[in-house]
């Protein structure tokens, strides 16, 4: 009982501290039926106030012990809600930070997107790259390892760099509807807003996301390894990556997915 959370202030090591054992009389691995015991509460008479106060709110605690039910360990999932199984997503939603949904969440998590690409977009829509722009500020500038621009910013990389947004040109063909345009809040604004049918709007979030991590990875492979991929050869990734998404969904055995590897065929 000294380590478990079974009262609403918390666990007893965690309010009374190592010496509380002492100061309440009860040994460090007593259990609750050891301790309460004939509906009475057996702890020693102890002069620390704080302790006093602790000891009458355990005792207002209404608590029914049944000697024919077996200790077992329940999980909260709402509020005054109990489960006896664990379930990540409740257990998440309760200990989160809730805060007002923003309006681009399903151009970065969706269901048909790759996680460790929507990881990088959703960096991105933040700003949070360790663009030349930001390490600036730690004075180590870094020009644009495509172009030459002296300020690499975010907005630059995607996609005002002209390496960039020729690669965006070819790999987004013609699902956006309209001609791309280079500006990144543009782009956004047209992904997040615009008319599309279903199967359109995935492809055009699956490309946004892999041509994002594509550009952000080849950007990191120049700076750091040395390594050059042509324009050519990255598109090609970023096509292959999005067609072995698609294979991997079994979009032709899905009603709502059937249709989309000869989408994705016909905008380029």
Same mark, same amino acid.
């Given at each position: 009982?000294?380590?478990?959370?079974?009262?609403?202030?918390?666990?007893?090591?965690?309010?009374?501290?190592?010496?509380?054992?002492?100061?309440?009389?009860?040994?460090?691995?007593?259990?609750?039926?050891?301790?309460?015991?004939?509906?009475?509460?057996?702890?020693?008479?102890?002069?620390?106030?704080?302790?006093?106060?602790?000891?009458?709110?355990?005792?207002?605690?209404?608590?029914?012990?049944?000697?024919?039910?077996?200790?077992?360990?329940?999980?909260?999932?709402?509020?005054?809600?109990?489960?006896?199984?664990?379930?990540?997503?409740?257990?998440?939603?309760?200990?989160?930070?809730?805060?007002?949904?923003?309006?681009?969440?399903?151009?970065?998590?969706?269901?048909?997107?790759?996680?460790?690409?929507?990881?990088?977009? =959703?960096?991105?829509?933040? *700003? $949070?790259?360790?663009? %030349?722009?930001?390490? #600036?500020?730690?004075?180590?500038?870094? &020009?644009?390892?495509?172009?030459?621009?002296?300020?690499?910013?975010?907005?630059?990389?995607?996609?005002?760099?002209?390496?960039?947004?020729?690669?965006?040109?070819?790999?987004?063909?013609?699902?956006?509807?309209?001609?791309?345009?280079?500006?990144?809040?543009?782009?956004?604004?047209?992904?997040?807003?615009?008319?599309?049918?279903?199967?359109?709007?995935?492809?055009?979030?699956?490309?946004?996301?892999?041509?994002?991590?594509?550009? =952000?990875?080849?950007?990191? *492979? $120049?700076?750091?390894? %040395?390594?050059?991929? #042509?324009?050519?050869?990255?598109?090609? &990734?970023?096509?292959?990556?999005?067609?072995?998404?698609?294979?991997?969904?079994?979009?032709?055995?899905?009603?709502?997915?059937?249709?989309?590897?000869?989408?994705?065929?016909?905008?380029?």
């Amino acid at each position: 009982m000294y380590r478990d959370l079974w009262h609403p202030r918390g666990r007893l090591i965690d309010l009374t501290g190592e010496l509380g054992t002492q100061k309440l009389g009860i040994r460090r691995d007593a259990k609750i039926c050891e301790v309460f015991v004939a509906g009475e509460w057996r702890f020693r008479n102890c002069r620390d106030h704080r302790i006093q106060e602790l000891v009458q709110a355990i005792i207002r605690y209404p608590l029914a012990l049944q000697d024919s039910i077996s200790d077992g360990a329940i999980w909260k999932c709402g509020e005054n809600e109990y489960k006896d199984r664990f379930v990540a997503a409740e257990t998440w939603n309760l200990v989160r930070e809730h805060k007002a949904e923003v309006p681009w969440h399903k151009l970065v998590w969706f269901p048909q997107g790759v996680p460790r690409y929507g990881f990088i977009t =959703w960096l991105a829509v933040r *700003d $949070r790259l360790a663009t %030349g722009h930001r390490t #600036s500020q730690w004075g180590q500038p870094q &020009v644009c390892i495509y172009c030459g621009e002296p300020d690499e910013t975010r907005d630059h990389l995607f996609f005002a760099c002209p390496f960039t947004f020729t690669l965006w040109l070819r790999v987004v063909g013609n699902l956006l509807g309209v001609e791309p345009d280079p500006d990144w809040h543009t782009t956004l604004t047209r992904l997040l807003t615009g008319s599309y049918d279903k199967l359109t709007s995935i492809l055009l979030r699956l490309v946004f996301q892999v041509t994002i991590y594509s550009i =952000w990875r080849e950007r990191n *492979d $120049r700076r750091h390894k %040395g390594c050059v991929k #042509s324009m050519d050869q990255v598109a090609r &990734v970023i096509d292959k990556t999005v067609r072995n998404r698609i294979t991997s969904l079994d979009y032709r055995y899905k009603p709502r997915l059937q249709g989309l590897m000869q989408r994705w065929f016909s905008a380029h």
